[in-house]
Nanobody, 125 residues
């Protein structure tokens, strides 16, 4: 069993930066991916970024490439999302996820078994 806790959300002006953290309790296996998803009011939850826990391979949605960076600290069982050059359209609740599921891509919600409670990110214009 894995539990995930996000932190670091808040209110920033357009062009500013935030760093989100996702701390995991329980064992994270090398075969796991960890990812970030976001959901704005009235919209579907969408993929933002992911990282393979063992290999460190990274994946990004086109909308955040060049602005966001995902990383992990294996010793601390923690994943991060550095968000730069924030835009109002980045406003959403951000969720972290962990797990592995054969048959689903790393960008799919169905790839993941465990989810955090979410942290609010608001970007003002």
């Amino acid at each position: 069993q894995v539990q995930l806790v996000e932190s670091g959300g808040g209110l920033v002006q357009a062009g500013g930066s935030l760093r989100l953290s996702c701390a995991a309790s329980g064992r994270l296996y090398s075969s796991y991916a960890m990812g970030w998803f976001r959901q704005a009011p009235g919209k579907e939850r969408e993929f933002v970024a992911a990282i393979s826990w063992g290999g460190g391979n990274t994946y990004y949605a086109d909308s955040v490439k060049g602005r966001f960076t995902i990383s992990r600290d294996i010793a601390r069982n923690t994943m991060y999302l550095q968000m730069n050059s924030l835009k109002p359209e980045d406003t959403a609740v951000y969720y972290c996820a962990a797990g592995t599921s054969t048959g689903w891509t790393i960008t799919s919600r169905r790839h993941y078994d465990y989810w955090g409670q979410g942290t609010q990110v608001t970007v003002s214009s």
